[in-house]
């Protein structure tokens, strides 16, 4: 039952946060512009995060690993735009950051979510199911080419777990 209920979470939530970040478009420009800093960055992975410490509900726990990991892919692909101008920048509603300041906020939510999705992992299902969200999160933007959004979100994991074992390194040492 246990397994269960974080496998039904991380499904739904891998399926939600591929897309998730985009909502903005269906707000008011003035409240949520595309690319509002809201929905791309780190503030709703670490929202989950807190939801699933405070709660410790498995099903909760899955849901925000998955949504995480399909969340970090969509940011990678965001990382990539034609140009940074207009849509590409983030939003704080109606005003845009600077490129620089835009590409460190995703850049910023990559690594949030990639930490947190690995902080709450529990055992090997967790981790099987997470590259099984990963490839599903790739294949739903590969039309756009995969090849920078790839390294963006792998040396973005490697960082991740890499500032795991520095700042939680009660988690290296877990039994997964
Ligand atoms: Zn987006």
């Known amino acids: 039952m246990y397994y269960l209920l974080t496998l039904i979470g991380l499904v739904i939530g891998a399926k939600i946060g591929i897309k998730f970040a985009d909502i903005d478009r269906h707000f008011p420009e003035w409240l949520l512009h595309h690319r509002a800093f809201l929905t791309h960055g780190a503030i709703i992975p670490m929202l989950l995060a807190s939801i699933t410490t405070l709660t410790q509900i498995q099903l909760i726990r899955g849901f925000t690993i998955g949504f995480c990991v399909t969340n970090a892919v969509h940011l990678s692909f965001d ?88 700042f939680f390194p009660s988690v290296g040492n877990r039994k997964l």
């Not at 947190?116 to 990963?134: C, E, K, P």
Request: proline content about 5%; overall charge neutral.
């Open 79 to 166: 990382l990539f735009p034609k140009s940074w101008r207009g849509y590409a920048l983030i939003h704080v509603f109606d005003w845009s950051l600077p490129p620089v300041a835009s590409w460190l906020w995703i850049s910023l939510g990559i690594l949030v979510s990639l930490l947190i999705a690995y902080i709450l992992w529990r055992n090997f299902l967790d981790i099987i199911v997470t590259v099984g969200s990963i490839i599903f999160g790739f294949s739903v933007y590969a039309h756009e080419g995969i090849w920078f959004p790839a390294i963006a979100f792998f040396t973005s994991a490697i960082l991740a777990v890499s500032a795991a074992s520095l």
